[in-house]
């Protein structure tokens, strides 16, 4: 078995890689996502929901460091176009998101296929002994599914 510099299995390691620039490309959607939403957000929420927008697309900004760095530290290259990110997401992307609720619903629905992406990388980390990774993701999931409580309560659901 072949070892990476970290000691890790490096055919998980590859996995690893790839699952985590599929992250990377979700959250860089997200991220426009949230910029645009925080532009173009109007009515009676506005005030509220347009700096709720700009915390998470600044915490956003953040994670698509993090995972980048770890791409990076797992001896990966991080994916890095537009092209690229398109190509290897899954997250919906917000295109001309002015009403409340619809720019709610869409980051509430984008954090749960982040999550989908973060559980699985948690296993693939779990499995292969990679345990900066498997913090990451442990954090990361925390975090958002708080944030998705908080969210579908202010949606009354």
Partial sequence: MSKTILGLDKK???????????????????????????????????????????EFYTDSQVKIDEIAERILTLQGKPLHTF?????????????????????????????????????????LSDKAGDEG????????IAEQEKTIWMLNSWLGK
């Fill in 133 to 140: 990774t498997n913090s990451m993701m442990s954090d990361f």
């Fill in 83 to 123: 092209s690229d990110y398109l190509e290897n997401s899954s997250v919906a992307v917000g295109k001309d998101i002015s009403n409340d609720v619809e720019g709610v619903e869409l980051v509430v629905n984008s954090l749960s296929e982040l999550l989908k992406n973060e559980r699985l990388i948690l296993d």
């Fill in 12 to 54: 998980e390691t590859a996995n690893l890689v790839t699952e985590l620039n599929g992250l990377l490309s979700n959250f860089q959607i997200y991220y426009q996502s949230l910029r645009g939403l925080h532009w173009n957000i109007k009515g009676k929420n506005f005030f509220e929901l347009h700096v709720k927008f700009e």
